[in-house]
Structures are given as C-alpha cells and as structure tokens.
C-alpha cells in the first residue's frame, strides 16, 4: 500500500535559517505530491503540489521537487520566518482517486 | 468564498452518548472525506463519499458512520463514543475532476470521558 515518512519533529530554528523537511514515499503508480501546512488552531492547507517526476512545487518561498529516483519529495525554504512556524505534513494521491495519504507531520518552531 | 465548515469545533461527551459532527461544502465538490489526526500517526482517514449516496470505508471506520443525502452536508457520526475516539477531526472535499486541491474544515477536538 501507500505511504509517506517525514523526519521526526519537533524542527527548531533561528529566523533566516535554511530549512528542510524530508519526505519519501511509497507507492503504486505515479503518485501526487503535495504539502500541507496546518497553523496552530486551523486546517490543513495546500502550500504546494508536484504532479509528475522532477517537477518542482513552489510557494511563499518554499520549494519541492519531486525525485522519481529517491522516492522523495523534500521541502525547503531559504530563510524562515516565525510566521513560519506550523505543523507541515506531506501527502501523496494516486491513479484517479482523491483519498490523501499523509505522513506523521513535522512541527516547525521558528524564534527570534 | 470557498469553505468547509465544521461544527462543533470543541465538543467534550460522555463514554456512550451519540453525536453527531457536521460537515458542509460551499464549492459543488464531489468527493467528501473524513480524517482523525492523532499524535505521531499524522492523518488517518475514517470515511469518503465519491458523491450523493454514496459512501465507503476509509482506514479506520470502526465506530463511525457518515451519511451523504446532499451534495453540500456529510456528517459524522459517533453511535456509541468511546475514549479512543478522542482524537482532532477534520472533514476534507475536493472536485472528482484531475488533480484538484482539497480543502479541509478548522477541525473538531472531541474528548470523550
């Protein structure tokens, strides 16, 4: 069956630090790829989407690239800001189906 | 603007008393889906509905049953709560058309004493 491993949280870091967030995947087919990101209180919400190999998703200065090869889909952003500071799950969708598969989620703390 | 909405959004009940936790959609999805999130285990999925009337198991339906009479309105419910059912809730939908995003409620926290 599907599914997705992320790094174990809790990730604290200074504001302007560089950040990664590891997924990989298992799967059957040609899976999406997505991230999510859940601010303390609220739902999930889409931050970002690759649909095929060695595409890139990208928003709010976070970035993934879809890696056939490594089974991965890595998120990355630059310079974090405290704003930044959520849950971030990614999440696979396979065939023409709509259920999401999830992983664990990583708690994102950034400080001063 | 597009939204799902979930109500109650806090709800603390008794081992047993049945509940109802609903769901509705302003954006004509299709696919409804419920999921409990629980410390380490990320998003599990309860129920889904492909679209009016009907309705199939996700990954853990045991204890839950949801209904889909309108296109809008997925509720679900808890017949007989137990303590295991403590758990944060979030009802989800998307469009049945490619590879749509989904969107998801503010999410329910049940606590069941």
């Known amino acids: 069956g599907n599914s997705v491993t992320q790094m174990e949280g809790p990730v604290t870091l200074s504001e302007e630090a560089f950040l990664t967030i590891n997924c990989t995947y298992t799967a059957t087919g040609y899976p999406s790829l997505f991230w999510y990101v859940q601010y303390p209180g609220e739902g999930l919400q889409l931050l970002l989407k690759a649909t095929k190999a060695d595409d890139k998703g990208s928003n709010k200065g976070f970035e993934a690239t879809y890696r056939k090869e490594t089974t991965s889909f890595h998120l990355e952003k630059g310079s974090v800001q405290v704003s930044d500071s959520a849950v971030y799950f990614c999440?696979?969708?396979?065939?023409?189906?709509?259920?999401?598969?999830f992983g664990t989620g990583t708690q994102l703390k950034v400080e001063l | 603007e597009a939204q799902v909405t979930q109500n109650p959004r806090y709800l603390i009940t008794v081992t047993g008393k049945k509940l109802t936790v609903t769901c509705s959609q302003n954006m004509n999805h299709e696919y409804m889906s419920w999921y409990r999130q629980d410390p380490g285990l990320g998003l599990r999925q309860i129920y889904y509905s492909m679209n009016v009337e009907v309705t199939d198991k996700g990954d853990v339906p045991e204890g839950y049953k949801v209904s889909r009479k309108e296109k809008r309105n997925f509720p679900l419910i808890l017949e007989s709560p137990s303590p295991n059912q403590t758990s944060l809730y979030f009802c989800?939908?998307?469009?049945?058309?490619?590879?749509?995003?989904?969107?998801f409620g503010q999410g329910t926290r049940l606590t069941v004493v």
């Open positions: 989800a939908s998307s469009s049945n058309r490619g590879d749509t995003e989904a969107f």
């Open positions: 999440a696979l969708r396979t065939g023409g189906g709509n259920k999401l598969t």
